[in-house]
């Protein structure tokens, strides 16, 4: 079965500084989707960014990018410019468009940026 | 983009007594569903797929009998949480996937409190 792995149950960062979120996986997959997934007070779900694993190109998405690498199975998340909206709980997540498509989610980093 | 109604946003219940969450896609059909229990600072748990027309798929450990999952039309998903216990409390979200680019939108969860 596929697992997600976030090592690091908090995390804090001081406000305009860079931070690196980590995430690794496990699956026997070639093609499938990687996510990180903000959770604000709100607990609303909110897409941060989006990988798909045939693409060797990091994505990127304004302040937010990951580092892909498929071999060693790591995800990480780094946050540039870090703003105090930015403080959350981080969910990285993995997708395979084989089967019923569901979603395994990571056990989450809060965020805490320091002003 | 897609939208997911989620409602009760939140809901109080006597123990023994049953309570039904409905996911909602608003603006295009869903042949699947997901349904998601969070506890208290942790991470999103998959507890079932609700199929259109068919029995859900149920993860392991998840009690069928006591969570009722009925999706009778192609927009609409419910929850029901029959015979509430304390232990059931928790906040409960859905997930559709989306259409076009593979990726899932989530209802705004629905906290569940068992007294």
């Known amino acids: 079965a596929q697992t997600v792995t976030q090592s690091q149950p908090e995390m804090s960062v001081q406000e305009a500084e860079t931070v690196t979120l980590s995430c690794t996986y496990d699956t026997s997959e070639s093609d499938y989707y990687l996510f990180w997934y903000k959770q604000p007070p709100s607990r609303q779900m909110i897409l941060v960014i989006r990988q798909e694993a045939y693409k060797q190109q990091n994505a990127t998405e304004n302040r937010f990018s990951v580092n892909f690498q498929k071999a060693a199975k790591s995800f990480s998340l780094k946050i540039s410019d870090s703003q105090l909206g930015d403080a959350a709980m981080y969910f990285c997540?993995?997708?395979?468009?084989?089967?019923?498509?569901?979603?395994?989610f990571g056990q989450g980093t809060r965020l805490t940026i320091n002003p | 983009g897609a939208v997911v109604s989620q409602h009760p946003s939140w809901v109080i219940c006597k123990s023994g007594t049953s309570v039904k969450i409905e996911c909602r896609s608003l603006?295009?059909?869903?042949?699947?569903m997901f349904w998601y229990r969070q506890f208290p600072k942790q991470s999103l748990m998959l507890m079932a797929t609700?199929?259109?027309?068919?029995?859900?798929?149920?993860e392991q450990g998840v009690e069928k009998d006591k969570f009722l999952i009925n999706h009778a039309s192609l927009t609409l998903s419910t929850l029901t949480v029959t015979s509430a216990h304390p232990e059931d409390s928790s906040f409960y979200i859905c997930?559709?996937?989306?259409?076009?680019?593979?990726?899932?939108?989530f209802g705004s969860g629905t906290r569940l409190t068992v007294v």
């Open positions: 997540a993995y997708s395979t468009e084989r089967g019923a498509q569901k979603l395994v």
């Open positions: 609700s199929n259109e027309g068919s029995k859900a798929t149920y």
């Open positions: 603006d295009f059909q869903a042949t699947t």
């Open positions: 997930s559709v996937p989306q259409r076009g680019v593979y990726g899932y939108t």
